[in-house]
């Protein structure tokens, strides 16, 4: 029989002896049923709020307990009882929805070991503390959150032995990071919650305890909400980031520039519009191989990238081809800035792997820039044909160059060595 095996029967049978050598329930019968039936309904309750994190082939359930209150409350035995219940409902209800473990019947006997010993160990010690915490100011409140993580750091060993004989721990390490991942404020709400629940009960409080209950469900299904809208909004904005974003350069690819022109378009905006073109691609292409040319359309989108302001755009409108649309500047600030940007491709080289060797590629672009102001007049998706003519025009007279014409003022065409 397998170590863990062993660890999970002696803490079952553990939790027995400390139950039944306990001296019985500790409160009156009826009592303990109202009790039992409150905490048995509001746990089932909760079962589906549970977060469930996956450790191998384990399922380790991490939700807000409350077998501390109930334990300090109805003794050892009673708390043994309540666990045994409840943890068998619990495996009969995942046997009936196929959604049990492979060793589901060995894990609810766990699961009963580990919460009744603990609630017994929490009996004992508040029986024990609760004297000399008591005088002290908000002592009843630091013995609760006390015992919350004893309880809290027991059942990370007790998993922590289990997983470590499973191979799933190798290190002190993978330990220590499992202790710590719960989270200080997690343990606060369990010692608030259950230090408020012993109260009522104490008190006999019934009502009380049932709105107690009632506000953390509530609470507990607010927030689980509120994190399935975020994620639910996460993905979106990821699904449409790699709708809208090119695979190869990582910027804007031609779907996003349509949806951008559909935006722009009648806005009034004054807007630069540029098409450039990595010249002599294919020769890149045909003299090394695609992966070399793929590298230098990256380098250039780099290159692109580094030269705008955040409110441009850039996107990857063709293979090798790239546009740009220029905000909030006027057509000499556009000017020196296409300017500046067929500079920087052209002083930088791309750098590649080339049969074992570093090679060193210089790249030029040409540009084709069309300036005007969005309007009825001249749809955008002509403006953009108009610098797409303006490139043509510098492959044409060379290459490495700018072509460029004023749509406002209608200056005649002209190019720019």
């Not at 500790?26 to 039936?37: E, G, H, Q, R």
């Not at 409350?66 to 043994?80: C, H, N």
């Not at 294919?282 to 302001?309: E, P």
Request: some cysteine.
């Amino acid at each position: 029989m397998r170590f863990y095996r062993i660890f999970i029967i002696s803490l079952f049978l553990l939790s027995v002896v400390v139950a039944v050598c306990s001296g019985g329930i500790k409160i009156d019968f009826n009592n303990y049923v109202l009790a039992f039936a409150l905490f048995y309904f509001f746990s089932n309750l909760y079962n589906h709020l549970k977060i469930v994190v996956k450790h191998g082939n384990t399922n380790v359930d991490y939700t807000i307990s409350y077998s501390i209150a109930f334990a300090i409350f109805v003794g050892p035995l009673g708390a043994f009882i309540y666990e045994t219940i409840s943890m068998f409902s619990i495996f009969f209800i995942r046997k009936l929805t196929k959604t049990a473990d492979e060793e589901e019947f060995l894990h609810t006997f766990y699961n009963i070991g580990s919460f009744a010993l603990n609630g017994a160990i929490v009996y004992y010690l508040f029986r024990a503390l609760y004297p000399i915490f008591d005088p002290v100011p908000f002592g009843f409140w630091i013995l609760l959150f006390t015992l919350v993580i004893i309880m809290t750091l027991l059942s990370h060993l007790y998993l922590s032995i289990i997983f470590t004989s499973t191979g799933e721990f190798t290190s002190f390490k993978d330990v220590i990071s499992f202790i710590q991942s719960r989270s200080i404020l997690d343990i606060g709400k369990i010692a608030f919650s259950n230090a408020f629940l012993l109260i009522f009960l104490e008190n006999k409080q019934w009502e009380m305890l049932v709105g107690l209950f009632l506000l953390n469900y509530l609470v507990s299904r607010s927030n689980i909400a509120i994190n399935q809208s975020l994620q639910h909004k996460m993905e979106r904005d990821k699904f449409e980031q790699m709708a809208y974003t090119d695979f190869l350069t990582g910027v804007y690819n031609r779907t996003f520039m349509d949806k951008k022109m559909s935006e722009l378009n009648n806005s009034g905006e004054k807007l630069g519009i540029i098409v450039t073109d990595i010249d002599s691609f294919k020769r890149i292409n045909d003299t090394y191989n695609h992966a070399v040319g793929d590298k230098a359309i990256q380098q250039v989108a780099h290159v692109l990238q580094n030269q705008l302001s955040t409110d441009d755009y850039l996107f990857r409108s063709g293979g090798e081809e790239f546009t740009i649309f220029l905000r909030h500047r006027d057509f000499d600030q556009c000017m020196k800035q296409v300017e500046k940007i067929r500079e920087a491709v052209k002083s930088t080289p791309v750098i590649v792997e080339h049969f074992k060797k570093t090679i060193e590629i210089s790249l030029t672009a040409s540009f084709g820039f069309y300036y005007y102001k969005t309007n009825e007049a001249l749809d955008i998706k002509n403006a953009y044909i108009h610098a797409d003519q303006l490139l043509i025009k510098s492959k044409n007279l060379g290459k490495n160059r700018i072509s460029e014409k004023n749509g406002i003022s209608d200056v005649p065409s002209s190019s720019m060595y």
